[in-house]
């Protein structure tokens, strides 16, 4: 499974703003190949922004960066990019396995032709991993939140990637539903060695699954295992604000005092 | 009138063989079915996106800025088609370029489209010749077109037709998922420009049939019926295209035989055809029994491991 002994990102002193405004810098970290990163942090403190640098749709501001042993360019056929999106319109009357489709051809010009017989076999797959037989032939408009999310991922999981972009798969999603997509990409992961970064508002249903979490806050990005970084100590540093993180007793955690911050970073 | 009018009617029975002769009798007719044909064919095509990227107000809007466009292009004395393509093509160039921005802007459409129409009304009045022209381009003068305007037509429909199979994936994506589309490469604005600016040609054919007031028959219609029989984008694009030529063909052969005007022959079926498709929407007639299913699937995850 050993694609590449190389991390598969590598972030240094690294800047973002959008247009004139910075959002976060002196950013610094590594992810390594084949890693769970759950991406954290309030309402517009730039956890797209990173995923837009990341698959070169936005220029650092300043610092470094390099994905999958090269900078970041639009068009990556390596990464899978499933951006944030509250509902697909319903009247959307297209069978959820030609969106799927889309992730293998859908940037070439023209209509399909020729090795379309092992294209369909990859859409096959592809839905048959996120578990999406029974409802790929129906209309995407007219399925629900989770079963959209999963022919998303098939569409991303489709071109074959080494790395995945996820950007809030869980939002919208009942608690249930946020465990068994957070769980699917978990295994899809596993199984095919992919890098996975995936923002999410709450980590507790991660918990089980990410390696370490990444949280973008006040201007600042901070990496770690969830026990090192989600502690009062950690975020009350990186809020430079009181922050209070307290343990239930299953294990989960739960993050007090960010609400008047959120309200700040709010677009 | 009507008695009169039939007593004195060309044939019309089920010998189809004869039915089709005396249809093809006059040049006037033969061109008006190669016309309607071929303007049929690239509507259908093009309607289908139109329908799928939610634009057909878009397009209602810009056949009529190709109203000023037509009538100002009679003013100085050009071919209606000239000035139609030049205002409809800078038009779509133009809302192609605002592209997202453009959603929701109902209002901002709507006042050029009025404006347009205003500006149309004036080169009318200007023009010292007769109204007819006007009243054409408003609703269609099809058992007029000269075999040049065939040609033109022709060249123009190749042209929309090509350019759609041409940018067929990736437009398709970049309307499914403008995102993902974005982040693979695809060049989107550029494809919402081309767009806009392919729809702006069709648009322009279209009003030689059914004139500005009357389009949405022959580019919504169509597409809009098909999205109901089929959620393969491929099938919908044929179906929308065949249906919009079946249409054209109806309305021609009734129109033919009754003294009433084309247009409201194939607005009718085009109408009356969406109710029809609305009322039997096989792609939808599941809502309820889909829903028990779903919840029936739900409840079996909630208790398996």
């Known amino acids: 499974m050993a694609r590449s002994s190389s991390p598969a990102i590598v972030a240094d002193r690294l800047a973002a703003a959008y247009r004139d405004r910075l959002i976060w810098r002196d950013a610094t970290f590594t992810v390594n190949t084949g890693e769970f990163v759950a991406v954290l942090g309030p309402n517009g403190s730039g956890k797209s922004t990173l995923l837009r640098l990341l698959l070169g749709l936005l220029p650092p501001a300043a610092g470094d960066l390099q994905v999958l042993g090269k900078r970041p360019h639009r068009g990556n056929s390596d990464i899978g990019y499933v951006p944030q999106r509250r509902n697909i319109d319903r009247d959307l009357l297209v069978r959820g396995r030609d969106f799927v489709h889309l992730g293998i051809d859908g940037d070439r010009w023209g209509v399909a032709m020729g090795n379309t017989a092992s294209n369909h076999q990859r859409v096959d797959q592809a839905i048959r991993s996120v578990q999406a037989e029974a409802y790929a032939d129906r209309p995407i408009g007219r399925l629900s939140g989770g079963e959209q999310q999963r022919l998303l991922l098939a569409q991303a999981l489709a071109g074959k990637p080494q790395m995945l972009l996820l950007d809030e798969p869980l939002a919208s999603l009942d608690l249930r539903n946020q465990i068994v997509i957070a769980e699917l990409v978990a295994e899809l992961a596993r199984a095919n060695a992919l890098t996975v970064l995936l923002i999410a508002h709450d980590i507790n249903p991660l918990l089980p699954i990410v390696d370490r979490v990444l949280y973008v806050a006040h201007g600042g990005v901070a990496i770690g295992k969830p026990a090192e970084v989600i502690t009062t100590e950690q975020l009350s540093r990186l809020y430079d604000a009181p922050i209070e993180v307290l343990h239930d007793s299953h294990g989960h955690m739960f993050v007090v005092g960010l609400e008047a911050e959120s309200a700040h970073h709010d677009a | ?305």
């Open chain 2, 1 to 305: 009138m009507l008695e009169a009018y039939l007593a004195a009617a060309p044939y019309f029975g089920w010998d189809l063989v004869r039915v089709v002769q005396e249809l093809f009798r006059y040049a006037f007719m033969q061109h008006a079915f190669e016309a309607g044909t071929i303007v049929g064919l690239s509507a259908g095509v093009i309607g289908y996106f139109v329908v799928l990227r939610s634009l057909s107000f878009a397009a209602h809007a810009l056949s009529h800025i190709g109203f000023a466009g037509a009538t100002g292009a009679v003013l100085v004395g050009t071919a209606p088609i000239v000035g139609l393509l030049v205002f409809t093509m800078s038009a779509g160039a133009v809302m192609g370029a605002l592209g997202q921005r453009l959603r929701g802007r109902d209002l901002t459409i709507g006042l050029v489209m009025a404006w347009s129409l205003g500006l149309g009304l004036l080169f009318t009045r200007l023009y010292k010749g007769s109204a007819n022209p006007a009243i054409g381009i408003l609703f269609g003068q099809i058992f007029g077109i000269t075999s040049q305007d065939v040609a033109v037509t022709f060249v123009a429909s190749a042209v929309t037709v090509v350019l759609v199979l041409a940018l067929y994936r990736p437009l398709l994506f970049a309307t499914l998922d403008e995102e993902v589309a974005e982040a693979k490469g695809v060049p989107v604005r550029g494809l919402s420009i081309a767009f806009m600016v392919v729809l702006a040609v069709a648009v322009s054919e279209a009003v030689q049939v059914v004139g500005v007031l009357l389009i949405f028959a022959l580019i919504v219609a169509p597409a809009a019926i098909a999205e109901r029989f089929t959620t393969r984008p491929s099938r919908g694009l044929l179906l929308a295209a065949l249906l919009a030529v079946l249409f054209t063909w109806a309305g021609l052969t009734i129109a033919y035989y009754l003294p009433y005007p084309v247009g409201f022959f194939i607005t009718t079926i085009a109408f009356w055809s969406y109710i029809l498709a609305r009322v039997l929407a096989p792609t939808l007639s599941l809502p309820r029994e889909r829903a028990r299913e779903l919840r029936a699937r739900e409840e079996q995850a909630l208790h398996s491991p």
